[in-house]
């Protein structure tokens, strides 16, 4: 619950909006810049969506993309190679220089993904 309270804080603070809709990944949805995105490979999708963290070489592979540089602990959406919408959602663990040049571990906590359970939880209006 501690990430997706963060994940929500960074929201309202980067855009200036209230979360009043079912789900936080749908938001990206109508609004694809929202969020920083970094790209994995194809590979990777089935274990993030799974509920798996993002390992370095996934961005770092043919078919992956990091484009911008970020610090730690940066709110991130996660693209993959040849889809349109975001399949998470997650807080970087190094800088994307340092993803680059370490190229093991984990880059990326994935803290909300396609059909998890705050995908399928619906929020209570006030």
Same mark, same amino acid.
């Given at each position: 619950m501690y990430h997706v309270e963060i994940f929500l804080s960074a929201l309202m603070l980067a855009s200036s909006i209230s979360v009043n809709t079912e789900n936080v990944l749908?938001?990206? /949805?109508?609004?694809?810049?929202?969020? @920083?995105?970094?790209q994995v490979d194809k590979g990777? #999708? =089935?274990?993030?969506?799974?509920? &798996?963290? #993002?390992?370095? @070489?996934?961005?770092? !592979? @043919?078919?992956?993309?990091?484009?911008?540089?970020?610090?730690a602990d940066t709110v991130v959406a996660i693209m993959a190679e040849g889809k349109q919408h975001a399949l998470c959602i997650g807080i970087t =663990?190094? !800088? /994307?220089?340092?993803?680059?040049? #370490?190229? =093991?571990?984990? &880059?990326?906590?994935?803290?909300?993904?396609?059909?998890?359970g705050l995908w399928a939880m619906k929020l209570q209006r006030r």
């Open positions: 749908y938001m990206l /949805t109508t609004d694809p810049n929202l969020l @920083p995105k970094l990777a #999708i =089935k274990f993030i969506l799974s509920g &798996a963290n #993002i390992m370095a @070489p996934g961005l770092t !592979s @043919p078919g992956a993309c990091m484009d911008v540089d970020l610090p =663990k190094l !800088s /994307t220089g340092d993803i680059r040049s #370490i190229n =093991k571990g984990i &880059a990326v906590d994935n803290i909300h993904y396609l059909c998890d």
